[in-house]
Every structure is written in C-alpha cells, then in structure tokens.
C-alpha cells in the first residue's frame, strides 16, 4: 500500500511538471467548444446568468428576501462547478482514451486539463456572480476573504474527486449514467436555490446530512451572513484529505492497468 501511495505521488508530481502542455490544451479546448460562436466564451456567462434569472423568477414569484438572487447565485457558481468536476470526471478516462494508449504522458495530466477546464469555464460563472451580488446590495468587506479560502478548499479537492470519479467510470462504465442522474437529482436535495430554517423533516436531513451543504456553506455564508462556518470548513477539509488519500492510492495501484480496461 505504501508503494501505491508513492507511485501516485511520483506520478502527480510529474504530471504537475507538464503544467506547461495541460494549461494549453485546457485553453484550447475552451476556445474549440465555442469556436464560430458570436459571443465565444462569453455564452458560458450568459448561461449562467439566465440561469440566475430563470430560477430566481421561479422560486421568488410569491415575493421574499431581495437577498434571494444573490443566495442563488452563490449556490449555483459552486455547484456547477462540483458538478462539472464529478460528472466530466467519470468520462475523463474513456474520453481520453486515445491519448492514454498512445502517449507516455503520467495519467495525472488528464486530471489537471480537466480541472483547468472546470475553473475556466467556472471563472465566468464568477464573474456573474459577482455583479449579481453588487446588483443586490452586497459589497466587498473583510468576510470575503473567508470565501476565498472556501473557494481554495473547493479547488483544491477538485484533482482528488476527478481522479477518483475517473477511476470509478473506467472500471464501472455503467457508473456514467448513474452519476449523472444521481447529480441531477442532488442538485434538488442540495441547498442551492432552497433554504433552511431549522425546520425538521426532509429538508432537515438533506441539509445536515448531505456533504455538498457544507462546500456550499463555505462558499456562501461568509459573504451573505458574515460569518465562517467553521464546523463545514473543517468536515470539507476532512473530505478533501480523504479524497486525496483515495485518489493517489487508486493512482498508484491503477494507473498502468487502466489502460487494459478501456
């Protein structure tokens, strides 16, 4: 087991030295996605940003807090991005599997472009959220720095929860469809347009019980509450240690075998 850790280390640290190569690649498929386009990378801020104006109309029809938008658009910026990590994540390693057979690069390589990927696509997201929240009344002060430190916590699990999912979509390929729909369904379980008061019954359990709360809390609670939730904090951070234990041990022990099973 000691050997598998090493291994997945050695082969993070060398895929972190081709950051040069992923970078592009991961520049260069943002700009191919939307290649012919009008407005180019700029639809990914106008998705988000209708999608910001779609549910914010829908969930606000009967009125309520004037905040409202701003919650939402917290909510949505980082959970498209958990989403985005997790679901292209269980693709990464049949959609690259052309360049894992052919090219001697360390498996970890795949895992950063597509981190790269997830934030620049996400980067745009940040930008509307935050001229949501100065449309709403909500200005920069010291707090916003503790959602900047819950954005890096979300960051950094980011590589961990893609190889993770990676590994799981390779050797599992039904695993595809099954998480996919499941993020569907959790989008609706998860915290992200509704609130909790401390009211009991099912909205209590998916609050306290589901773990993408807290990585939205992090996020969120510091900017539009003032304060860090330091319990969530310290469970994200629990989470991330683990995942990354669990990633370079599935690195280690698998990376020159799942090639086998693509």
């Known amino acids: 087991m000691i050997c598998s850790f ?6 993070f640290l060398d895929g972190w030295s ?39 109309f829908v969930m606000r029809a009967g009125g309520g807090d004037k905040s409202y938008l701003a919650y939402i658009s917290m909510g949505l910026m980082t959970w498209f991005f958990i989403l985005e990590t997790i679901t292209q994540g269980v693709a990464l390693f049949s959609r690259e599997e052309s360049f894992i057979k052919g090219t001697p690069l360390p498996l970890s390589t795949y895992v950063f472009r597509l981190t790269t990927q997830c934030v620049i696509r996400n980067g745009y ?6 001229g949501v929240l100065l449309l709403s009344g909500i200005y920069p002060s010291v707090m916003w720095l503790w ?18 999912c990676a590994f799981l979509g390779a050797y599992f390929p039904d695993s ?19 609130t909790y008061n ?6 209590h359990i998916f ?9 939205l809390e992090i996020v969120r609670m510091p900017v539009l509450d003032g304060a ?12 991330c240690v683990l995942m990354w234990i669990l990633a370079l041990f599935l690195m280690g022990r698998y990376r020159k075998k799942v090639v086998f099973v693509l």
């Open 18 to 56: 081709t950051r040069r190569l992923w970078s592009a690649f991961a520049k260069e498929d943002i700009g191919d996605s939307h290649k012919n386009t009008m407005l180019g990378p700029l639809w990914l801020l106008l998705n988000y940003l209708t999608y910001i104006g779609t549910f914010g």
């Open 207 to 215: 609050y306290w019980y589901n773990p993408f709360t807290y990585f």
């Open 228 to 239: 860090m939730p330091l319990k969530a904090l310290s469970l994200c951070l629990s989470i």
């Open 176 to 194: 595809h469809y099954l998480v996919s729909n499941a993020m569907r369904v959790g989008m609706f379980l998860t915290p992200v347009f509704w």
């Open 147 to 164: 959602s900047g430190v819950g954005i890096l916590v979300v960051l950094l699990a980011a590589p961990a929860i893609i190889t993770v």
């Open 6 to 11: 090493g291994a997945g280390i050695r082969d």
């Open 198 to 203: 401390g009211s009991h019954g099912a909205r």
């Open 125 to 130: 997201a940040l930008l509307g959220c935050l």
